[in-house]
C-alpha cells in the first residue's frame, strides 16, 4: 500500500516508520513538509500523492500547552483532523486517526469501551474530540483509535522522565490517583499495521493490557532499572498542573477484541523491552 504519515518525525510515526516501512511505500510528512492546518494545502497534497491509506500521528499533545495555545490545539487536533479527512473524501481513501482516552471525563468506575458517553474535562481532549467528530461527519471509511500513556524511543516521556530524574533525587513525587495503561509506541505501531489490512471501519480503544496508577509506574520502572528510589505518592490535586487530567483513563479494548485481533500484551512486559532498549 501507499501511505501517508503526518506527524513522521514523531514518537509513533518513528515507530510506524519502522513497522511499515518493509511491506508498503511511505509517504512521510512533518508539519514542515505538510501543515495540517492548511486546508487548501492538504487537499492538494493528498489528491496529488494519491494515497490507499492515511494515518495521521500529528497532534499538538502538550496537555497543559493547550491550556495556554487553545487556538493552536484547536487548529491542530481539530480542523488539521477535518482538513485530513476532508482531503481524504476527495479520493475516497481510509484515514487512520490517533486520539485519546482525554475524551472522557475519567470518573468511571470500570473501563472505558469505545461507544461510552464522552465528556472532556481540557482542552486537549476537547480539541482531540472536534477533530474525532470532524471524522464522523465526513468520512465513512476510518479507523479512530483511542489510545492511553504512550512512551517510547523517540521523544520525551514518562518513563524517560522518571529514569532522568532517579539519576540526582532519592525521593520523586508521583502522582497516585490517576489510573491508566502505559501503551508502548512500537506495540501501538504493530496493531495500527494490521488493523490497516482490513476494512473493519470504526471507533477502537488499542492499548497495552492491565493496568496501574502513575505513581505504581514510576516504582516498577525503578524496580526494573535498578534504581534506589523512593516513591511518594501525591493526589493530582497537591501536584498542580493548568490542566486536568482524568482521574480514571483504562481503555477496555473491547472493539478490538471483537474484530479478532489478539490482546496486546502487558504494559509490564511491554516497559521491559523499553528499559533494555534505553540501557
Not at 481510509?94 to 464522552?118: A, C, K, M, Q
Request: aromatic fraction near 10%; include cysteine.
Amino acid at each position: 500500500m501507499k501511505i501517508l504519515i503526518t506527524g513522521s518525525n514523531g514518537m509513533l510515526g518513528h515507530d510506524l516508520i519502522e513497522v511499515l516501512n518493509d511491506n508498503h511505500d511511505l509517504i512521510l510528512t512533518t508539519s514542515k513538509s505538510l501543515d495540517i492546518t492548511d486546508k487548501n494545502h492538504v487537499i492538494e497534497f493528498i489528491s496529488e500523492n494519491k494515497p490507499d491509506i492515511v494515518i495521521n500521528s500529528a497532534a499538538y499533545t502538550n496537555v497543559d500547552g493547550c491550556e495556554e495555545n487553545q487556538e493552536t490545539a484547536y487548529d491542530i487536533n481539530g480542523e488539521g483532523v477535518r482538513n485530513l479527512a476532508l482531503g481524504c473524501s476527495e479520493i475516497d481513501c481510509p484515514l487512520v486517526h490517533i486520539s485519546t482516552d482525554y475524551v472522557f471525563n475519567g470518573e468511571n468506575t470500570r473501563p472505558w469501551v469505545e461507544d461510552d458517553e464522552i465528556g472532556p474535562i481540557s482542552v486537549y481532549g476537547k480539541s482531540k474530540l472536534k477533530g474525532e467528530e470532524a471524522i464522523l461527519e465526513i468520512l465513512d471509511k476510518f479507523f479512530i483509535i483511542r489510545t492511553a500513556w504512550l512512551y517510547g524511543i523517540n521523544g520525551g516521556n514518562f518513563p524517560k522522565t522518571m529514569l532522568e530524574l532517579a539519576k540526582n533525587h532519592s525521593e520523586i513525587t508521583v502522582v497516585y490517583d490517576e489510573v491508566g495503561t502505559p501503551t508502548y509506541t512500537p506495540d501501538l505501531a504493530k496493531a495500527i499495521s494490521q488493523l490497516i489490512e482490513t476494512d473493519y471501519y470504526g471507533i477502537y480503544h488499542i492499548t497495552n493490557s492491565e493496568s496501574c496508577s502513575w505513581c505504581e509506574f514510576a516504582r516498577y520502572i525503578f524496580e526494573l532499572a535498578g534504581k534506589d528510589v523512593k516513591v511518594i505518592p501525591v493526589t493530582a490535586s497537591e501536584f498542580a498542573r493548568p490542566a486536568p487530567r482524568p482521574h480514571y483513563s483504562v481503555l477496555e479494548n473491547k472493539k478490538w477484541i471483537e474484530s479478532g485481533f489478539e490482546p496486546l500484551r502487558s504494559y509490564k512486559d511491554a516497559i521491559k523491552d523499553y528499559i533494555e532498549l534505553i540501557k
